[in-house]
C-alpha cells in the first residue's frame, strides 16, 4: 500500500475569503501547549521572541480564535483586529457580569 | 436529462477529492476532469458554501474561495471517493466467500452474483488504482510525534516504557512507567492507552505530549476485559489523568441549532441548548467556550466558570 500522504498545506478559516489579506501582530503571554502550537502558524518577528505575524482574511474568525487562548495570544495590531478582539471581551465579560 | 439532488450529490462526492487539498485548482481544469460545465461545477460548489447567518465556530469543516478562474477548497470531509481501494475490494471479496461457505443454499445465489460483479471491477481497475493520494484517508498525522515508533514498539512486544509527559497546563514534566495497552488515532491525534504504574490506574496520553519515551525490559500483560471503545468517547480522547466533573455549557440561540445538528440534540423551548460535556482537561473546556464568545457560557462547575472569569479579567488587547 502507498503511504498516506499528509495535506501539504492547510488554510486556516480566517485566511479564506474573497478579500486582501491584512497582516497582524500577535502577542503570546505565558504561552500553554495550545498557544504555543498556535504561534508555530505565525511568522517569527526578530527581536520580539514572544510576537508572531499572521495573515488573514476575516476578522472575526481571526480574533474568535485568538479569543479561546484565554488571554495567551493578544492582537496588538491591526486596529480592527484589535477592536473585534475587544468588542468579545466586552460581550462575554458582561455575559458573566461585573465581575468579570 | 433532468438534474437531480442525487445526482448533484454524486458530482460533488466526486469533486471534492479532487481539490479538497487547500490548493488553488483551475475551475476549467476541474469541470474537464470531472466532465461536468463550468457553470455546472461552480453551482455544486456554492450550495456547499453558501451559508446565511453563520454563526462564530462553525466555518472549521469546509472553507471554499471561488476566484474568476480558481477554485481553493479546505476540506476534512469528502477527501476519500465514494469508492473502495483494490485491497478492500479484494477484502470483500473474501469476506463473502467466508459468508457463502456457511450460507444456506437458497442464499449462496446472490452472494455469488456479487461475488462476480466484485470481481469484474477488480479486474477492470487499473493497477495504479490505489495510488491516488486522495485515496487514502488521513487518520491523524505522524510528523512531529518522535516518540511514537518506540512506543509501538514497546506494545507490540509488549514492553513497559518509560515515558516523560507534560500534562496540559503543566510547567514540568513527569516521568512515569506505563503498560502500553492500545495506540489509536482521535480527533486528528494520536493518543496511547496505558496503565500508568505511578497513578495506578489507566491513563490516556496524548502523543504531541509526550517529551522523551524509552522501551524496558520488563513485560506485561494486557488484560483480557481492556476496551478501547470504552476508553475513548464519541471519538475522542476524555478520560482524564485526574477524574473531573462534567462542564454544563449553555449555547446560546443564535448558534444552537448548529451545535444541536452536530450532537444529535433537541434545542429548549427558547431556542438554546444547554450540553455537559465530559471535561478531562480544563484548558479544554477555557478554549472550548472561549471560541464562541459571547454565543457559550459555562454553567457548571463553579471552578470552571471562576476560571473562565479569570482569564476575562486577565484578557486585554
Known amino acids: 500500500m502507498p503511504p498516506c500522504e499528509p495535506k501539504l498545506q492547510r488554510k ?11 497582516d ?23 527581536g520580539a521572541p514572544d510576537r508572531r505575524k499572521f495573515k488573514f482574511r ?43 | 436529462m433532468t438534474d437531480t439532488a442525487a445526482n448533484q450529490l454524486r458530482r460533488i ?26 457553470e455546472l461545477l461552480i453551482s455544486d460548489l456554492r450550495v456547499l458554501a453558501d451559508r446565511y447567518g453563520m454563526p462564530g465556530g462553525f466555518v472549521e469543516n469546509m472553507q471554499i474561495f471561488i476566484g474568476s478562474d480558481t477554485v481553493e477548497v479546505t476540506s476534512d470531509h469528502f477527501l476519500r471517493p465514494m469508492g473502495l481501494t483494490i485491497h478492500e ?20 445465489t446472490a452472494i455469488d452474483q456479487t461475488r462476480d460483479r466484485l470481481r469484474q ?36 512486544d509488549h514492553r513497559k516504557a518509560r515515558i516523560t509527559y507534560r500534562r496540559s497546563g503543566a510547567d514540568e514534566p513527569t516521568t512515569r512507567t506505563v503498560r502500553l495497552y492500545a495506540i489509536v488515532p482521535a480527533s486528528g491525534m494520536w493518543y496511547a492507552v496505558a496503565y ?13 505530549r509526550v517529551e522523551d519515551a524509552s522501551v524496558l525490559a520488563d513485560k506485561y500483560e494486557i488484560p483480557s476485559d481492556f476496551s478501547v471503545a470504552e476508553t475513548l ?22 448558534i444552537a441549532r448548529w451545535i444541536a445538528e452536530r450532537e444529535g440534540l433537541s434545542l429548549d423551548e427558547d431556542g438554546s441548548l444547554t450540553i455537559e460535556h465530559p471535561l478531562a482537561d480544563s484548558d479544554w473546556g477555557v478554549r472550548h467556550v472561549l471560541q464562541y464568545g459571547a454565543d457559550a457560557e459555562v454553567l457548571e462547575p463553579v471552578e470552571m466558570r471562576e476560571e473562565i472569569v479569570r482569564r476575562l479579567r486577565g484578557m486585554s488587547a
Open chain 2, 233 to 254: 468517547q464519541r471519538g475522542r480522547a476524555f478520560k482524564a489523568e485526574v477524574p473531573t466533573a462534567g462542564m454544563r455549557v449553555r449555547y446560546s440561540s443564535r
Open chain 2, 89 to 108: 475490494l479484494c477484502a470483500l471479496e473474501l469476506g463473502l466467500a467466508i459468508v457463502r461457505a456457511e450460507s444456506p443454499p437458497d442464499e449462496t
Open chain 2, 13 to 38: 462526492l466526486r469533486v471534492i477529492p479532487e481539490i479538497g487539498d487547500g490548493h488553488e485548482h483551475g475551475i476549467a481544469e476541474i469541470a474537464t476532469r470531472t466532465g461536468v460545465t463550468k
Open chain 2, 121 to 156: 471491477v477488480i479486474a477492470r481497475l487499473p493497477l495504479d488504482h490505489d495510488e491516488s493520494p486522495a485515496r487514502h484517508a488521513e487518520i491523524a498525522p505522524t510528523d512531529g510525534l518522535p516518540f511514537l515508533a518506540e512506543l509501538r514498539k514497546a506494545l507490540r
Open chain 1, 58 to 100: 476575516r476578522v472575526d474568525s481571526f480574533a474568535r480564535w485568538l479569543f479561546s487562548f484565554g488571554g495567551e495570544a493578544i492582537p496588538v495590531a491591526p486596529e480592527s483586529l484589535v477592536s473585534e478582539f475587544n468588542r468579545l471581551l466586552d460581550d462575554t465579560r458582561t455575559l458573566y457580569g461585573a465581575s468579570a
Open chain 2, 196 to 208: 500508568c504504574e505511578s497513578s495506578e490506574g489507566l491513563r490516556v496520553f496524548r502523543m504531541d
Open chain 1, 12 to 22: 486556516r478559516p480566517w485566511d479564506v475569503r474573497d478579500v486582501d489579506a491584512n
Open chain 1, 24 to 46: 497582524a501582530i500577535v502577542d503570546f503571554r505565558n504561552a500553554s501547549g495550545a498557544a504555543k502550537a498556535a504561534a508555530r502558524l505565525g511568522l517569527v518577528i526578530e
